[in-house]
């Protein structure tokens, strides 16, 4: 008998749809029964490869453009991709495999990931497409029921492939030549580039630019206070006659431009009688309408501060963990017009459901389902508004138990979903005109009249934002108070995660070309699912930085603007391209655009990328350049920025601008030359990749050198530390411990006779001990839980404390776990394997014999699934007890290892 072989994309897919077909049972990483085979990827386990010349080092334009001749070669993502992929092939070659399932996420990305892992194993065997937008049982079933031929998903293959080969030849050949470009001079200074990342960061850059250039003006309000039969109430100026200037949007028809202009007014009404003329209308409100993932980043990050990559975690483990909402990573804030009887039975199940956020949001559930307020409306469920996936929505299947961040993410989408079902929230706007000795003031109140979806939130009562005490029609009011305020007019507010967000959203707006415009409509910079990505990889290569909330681009950033603008390669900092394949992408998975012709057009555009930056031959790059106020360390010239080096315009002293692969900012330049000292700084890169820290000095010589501290040769001159402050006393011999710079040295290991060898870096894997931290190690014998240390081998992130060992050496401690999870998860395990081998039994007798046989299976079932749990259970106990023992280990691990991934010396 022949089986189906079903690949999903990630090991929590399968799973779910092992249970969802029932009687599956499992062999190692993939699953079995008498009609299919189920296994995952882990998400992409294949990359393009990269041209064979480049390892490490400086790139060059010898090899460039970097064009395959023929198919893109693939290569293992990694080296735990390798083995996934050895059991897959093993999979797809086996002889009883006649037909394979893509099971992989719905989209571009999961059609890739699957038609990759197909052609590494190099097998031509019958496709067929799962096509799951929600993870529940039921709607698993039901895409099972509705497989798609693979001549339908044609199309969608060839964009996916198209995309993710443009954007090697765009990503790869401008990333080498601009890093080329930058290298000319020596060191090596990476410069990536991106189809996407490159016009996201040029909408941050332009913002800031923006913000440098603004010229603050001032300007007046004047605000006066009236009395009237009912009371006080406040108005302020404004020119009823105001027109808006197209050229200057500063002005408004409440702002006067001039104290003389504000004076008067005040002058001429005060203590005036005047006149009021009032109008009230009713106002409506429509809740906003479902989330996409752009919208729900944006939101997670006004409300709660999370980052869009947070966000999308978050979400996606609700939708894989805990089957809580449906698939996260859509562009669509739109159901399907069939999808009414689904959203009914949800509320259902909110209203059923006894966890407490299920509770908080019954009342509203059951609401909606006794008024029978869900009924077809284009603004909800609309079929022409959804292309891959519908909007984000609750599952039937309520969470019992989540976290505090998953629990504000499942909150937020509830009262979305149900927010929409309400009737709009009712208004009545007043506003009110007081006319005093010719002078018109304007005052506004907004009441709330029936809440409507605002009940959700809280806005359950008749409130008002702004009451008005009552005024008779043309009622003489007497000015009570009146006053010109002073103000200045301000800068545009830099980019936030969640403005960048909705600007990569509506980048469409940008774009001159109205086809283009319209196919960016849909999808703007990026997908939903790559935004948060991109603007962490800006972070990454340092041309963004956070300040709390705020993005701001860094000097490596306009670096990078000022050469392509100079070069001439505008088109990689206008959202145009990117424009430009949205519009080919979406024609080629509709079957009315030819794949080879896109690509020919990319291999083009590559060409010229690499040629102009090849044949750029003057000394700089153009562009706008800062004159220092710190003048010249060697001659006390002027000190100013060109493309490549900070230079004096009288004598020849010169600094590079990239000491190390790092962009110097500014404030740095100038603090340098001002104390011919700084740091210590991260962010430098050796010759081998590996990033080091190390303070800069200008030398007597007026040469820009690093000093990695103190030589540890024992030919090396006393260290003179009377000007220095102690931070504290020393472990192994308590004599004082001092900051040299890039160390912290107890002063008996600098002394003449070097009686005592103690010494801590200054900064550890990009981490920098302050003085206040490395106090409370050698006082206390730990650090506070720091969380900016970088592996050198995995360039990942980790927290962890530093403790002081009893023979003085430092260790790195990592947060404590619960001793308890290996065993709990080994008999969570034990309990499946038992439920799971007793199933899987009883249901092969079901189908074999009547009753009777299944009640002797069934037995035999329990005694075989007693069995199998001992023994899985007895192995998993000692996997754990063998993990564990490592675990206490690396917790352990001393200083001179680095980080759990690491083995070279690190202080």
Aim: glycine fraction near 6%.
């Amino acid at each position: 008998m022949t089986k189906t072989l079903i690949i999903a994309e990630k090991p929590s897919v399968a799973l779910d749809i092992s249970r969802a077909l029932g009687g599956m049972h499992r062999e190692g990483d993939y699953f079995e029964n008498d009609q299919y085979v189920l296994s995952s990827s882990v998400g992409h386990l294949l990359t393009l490869t990269n041209p064979d010349d480049v390892v490490r080092g400086k790139w060059s334009f010898n090899h460039l453009p970097a064009i395959p001749a023929k198919a893109f070669d693939l290569k293992p993502s990694d080296k735990k991709a390798t083995d996934r992929l050895k059991m897959l092939v093993r999979l797809l070659k086996r002889k009883d495999v006649s037909a394979v399932i893509n099971a992989c996420d719905a989209g571009r990305e999961g059609e890739l990931i699957f038609r990759y892992i197909i052609q590494y194993a190099g097998v031509n065997k019958p496709i067929k497409r799962l096509w799951l937008q929600s993870m529940t049982r039921n709607a698993i079933i039901e895409a099972f029921d509705n497989l798609r031929d693979d001549s339908v998903m044609k199309p969608l293959e060839a964009a996916a492939r198209s995309r993710a080969e443009a954007d090697w030849l765009i990503g790869i050949n401008g990333t080498r030549a601009m890093t080329a470009f930058n290298s000319k001079d020596g060191g090596f200074f990476k410069t990536p580039i991106g189809r996407v990342q490159t016009p996201t960061l040029a909408i941050v850059f332009e913002r800031e630019e923006k913000i440098r250039q603004f010229k603050s003006r001032d300007y007046w309000e004047v605000h006066a206070t009236f009395v009237a039969a009912g009371g006080l109430y406040e108005g302020k100026w404004f020119d009823p006659a105001f027109k808006k200037d197209e050229h200057d949007p500063e002005k408004k028809d409440n702002r006067l431009w001039s104290a003389a202009s504000a004076q008067s007014v005040v002058v001429a009404c005060r203590h005036k009688d005047g006149t009021v003329t009032e109008e009230s209308k009713p106002s409506t409100s429509m809740s906003p309408g479902l989330f996409d993932l752009t919208s729900l980043q944006r939101e997670a990050n006004s409300r709660f501060g999370f980052t869009a990559k947070t966000t999308l975690a978050l979400a996606q483990s609700l939708y894989e963990r805990h089957k809580a909402l449906t698939y996260p990573r859509t562009d669509s804030r739109y159901l399907p017009e069939d999808y009414q009887g689904t959203v009914r039975q949800t509320f259902e199940a909110i209203v059923g459901a006894e966890s407490l956020l299920a509770r908080r949001n019954a009342p509203f559930a059951k609401k909606i389902l006794q008024n029978s307020w869900i009924k077809p409306n284009k603004r909800i469920f609309d079929n022409k508004k959804i292309s891959d996936h519908f909007a984000i929505i609750p599952t039937l299947q309520v969470p019992k138990e989540l976290s505090e961040a998953e629990a504000k993410i499942y909150d937020l989408v509830t009262k979305r979903f149900m927010a929409v079902f309400f009737p709009p929230a009712e208004f009545r706007v007043t506003t009110r005109i007081t006319v005093v000795a010719s002078h018109h003031f304007k005052t506004e109140g907004k009441v709330l009249i029936k809440p409507g979806w605002l009940e959700i939130y809280g806005r359950d009562n008749q409130e008002s934002d702004a009451t008005l005490v009552p005024v008779a029609e043309n009622e003489t009011v007497k000015t009570e108070d009146i006053v010109a305020k002073e103000l200045a007019t301000r800068p545009p507010a830099r980019y936030t995660e969640a403005t960048l967000l909705s600007a990569m959203e509506g980048a469409g707006k940008l774009v001159d070309d109205d086809e283009l415009r319209e196919a960016m409509s849909e999808r703007g910079l990026g997908t939903p699912a790559t935004r948060a990505t991109i603007i962490e990889g800006l972070l990454n290569e340092q041309y963004l930085r956070r300040e709390g909330r705020e993005l701001i681009p860094t000097a490596k950033a306009r670096q990078l603007m000022t050469l392509l603008v100079g070069l001439n390669v505008r088109e990689l900092t206008s959202p145009e391209l990117t424009g430009e394949w949205e519009h080919k992408l979406k024609q080629m998975e509709q079957g009315q655009l030819d794949r080879a012709a896109f690509m020919r057009e990319i291999a083009q555009s590559t060409q010229i990328i690499v040629k102009r930056a090849k044949e750029y031959e003057q000394d700089t790059v153009p562009g706008d350049y800062a004159t220092l106020t710190t003048p010249c360390p060697a001659c006390g010239g002027v000190v100013k920025e060109n493309y490549r080096r900070y230079a004096c315009t009288k004598c020849d002293f010169s600094i590079t601008k990239h000491p190390g692969g790092r962009t110097f900012e500014i404030p740095e330049v100038e603090e340098l030359l001002q104390n011919k000292t700084l740091g210590p700084l991260n962010g430098f890169i050796s010759k081998m990749g590996r990033p080091f820290s190390a303070i800069l000095r200008i030398t007597a010589e007026n040469k820009l050198e690093f000093d990695f501290g103190q030589s540890d040769d024992d030919n090396s001159e006393p260290l003179d530390v009377s000007q220095l402050t102690p931070v504290g006393h020393c472990p192994k011999c308590t004599g004082n411990v001092y900051d040299t710079g890039m160390s912290y040295v107890c002063e008996n290991s600098v002394s003449e006779k070097k009686t005592c060898d103690f010494k801590s870096g200054r900064v550890i894997l990009q981490q920098e001990i302050s003085h206040e931290q490395m106090g409370k190690l050698l006082s206390q014998g730990k650090t506070d839980l720091l969380d900016g240390f970088v592996s050198n081998r995995t360039n990942r992130k980790f927290k962890a404390y530093l403790a002081m060992s009893k023979a003085g050496k430092i260790e790195f401690e990592f947060e404590p776990r619960p001793a308890k999870t290996a065993k709990a998860a080994s008999k969570s395990a034990a309990k499946t394997a038992s439920k799971t081998a007793a199933k899987s039994a009883a249901t092969k007798a079901e189908a074999d014999s009547g009753k009777a046989v299944k009640k002797a299976v069934k037995k035999t079932a329990r005694k075989t699934a007693s069995k199998t749990a001992t023994k899985k259970t007895a192995v998993k106990k000692a996997a754990a007890k063998k993990v564990a023992s490592k675990t206490a280990t690396a917790r352990k691990q001393t200083a001179k290892t680095a980080d759990p991934d690491d083995t070279e010396p690190a202080f």
